[in-house]
């Protein structure tokens, strides 16, 4: 395999220039921006992109939704969900493309990324559950800066995979080493030039925050999101969501984020049973 190496700023250019939300979904995320969209109107602009569409009614009639009745309309869907889900299971649906192949390495991103997102909407719905859009599509989105690096220099990106699962090096200093920046970076900057919301940026750039000296959490919106991701990362990583093996050594009420859900350490294997219980239910749905 050929090693190519970009620096940072080309590879953010790149992978910038490489992605841009289509058409219908960016007029729709521009509808459900707008105060005065129906439900009406929304159904159409999204009937215009048959792969979104679909999306849409597959998420209307999931579990994760738990709708007593089959939605079999657009606009049905869109009542049923709200805006705040249409916006984000918009960008879900465009975030499959990202991927320029789907072998092994990809699967096990995709599969994590996932699981993130079923585990922080379900800790988001139990503990904050306004933010519970939020936190599903950031969990997805999290780690996209892994899938870039892993698109435009895949020998690279298998190099810090060796370095991370067969030597034990951490993975911000795995990819420090072998790129000289780390996919939060990458993630930030790309999502960034994608317009993407800024709070999907932000947690791209801060899901590593304990790794790299950041600040502490302050309580507020973004960083009740940012705990619930966190959390639902950490217990992929404990039950083996996306990763070649569980590690059950890891403890949740050690991590920065702990605090903010408001839970005691005793309700903690609820916790993790009931998320991969979820992993169980809908993570086939997204394969």
């Known amino acids: 395999m050929e090693i190519v190496k970009l620096s940072l700023e080309d ?7 490489m992605r841009a939300i289509p058409a219908t979904a960016r007029k729709v995320l521009d509808l459900v921006d707008d105060e005065r969209t129906t439900s009406t109107v929304l ?3 999204l009937s215009k992109d048959q792969a979104l569409a679909a999306h849409i009614l597959k998420v209307a009639n999931s579990a994760l939704y738990g709708c007593s009745r089959e939605i079999t309309t657009l606009p049905m869907a869109v009542s049923i969900l709200g805006l705040r889900t249409i916006r984000s299971q ?6 499959r493309g990202v991927y320029k192949r789907f072998g092994i390495t ?3 991103l995709w599969s994590h990324a996932v699981s993130t997102a079923i585990g922080a909407r379900l800790i988001a719905k139990r503990c904050f559950p306004a933010i519970a859009e939020d936190a599903f599509v950031c969990g997805l989105m999290h780690d996209v800066g892994k899938v870039i690096l892993n698109n435009e220099c895949p020998a690279l990106f298998a190099q810090v995979m060796m370095r991370t699962y ?3 090096e951490r993975y911000l200093q795995a990819e420090q080493q072998v790129f000289g920046f780390t996919h939060t970076q990458v993630g930030a900057l ?6 993407y919301p800024e709070i999907i940026t932000h947690i791209a750039l801060s899901h590593h925050r304990d790794e ?3 600040p502490a959490l302050d309580g507020s919106g973004a960083e009740k999101i940012l705990a619930c991701v966190d959390q639902s990362n950490t217990i992929c990583k404990i039950v083996g969501a996306g990763y070649r093996q569980p590690q059950a050594d890891i403890s949740l009420e050690t991590r920065p984020s702990f605090p903010l859900l408001g839970m005691s ?3 903690v294997p609820a916790l993790i049973s009931e998320v991969q219980e979820a992993f169980a239910k809908e993570s086939a749905g997204w394969a």
Not at 11 to 17: D, E, W
Not at 90 to 95: A, D, K, L
Not at 190 to 195: A, E, G, K, P
């Open 190 to 195: 790309v999502t960034r030039r994608w317009n």
């Open 106 to 108: 990809e699967k096990m």
């Open 90 to 95: 918009t960008i879900v649906s465009t975030t």
């Open 166 to 168: 067969n030597d034990g």
């Open 43 to 45: 159904g159409e602009a």
């Open 212 to 214: 790299e000296s950041r």
């Open 265 to 267: 350490a005793e309700q």
């Open 11 to 17: 590879l953010v250019a790149k992978a910038g220039g």
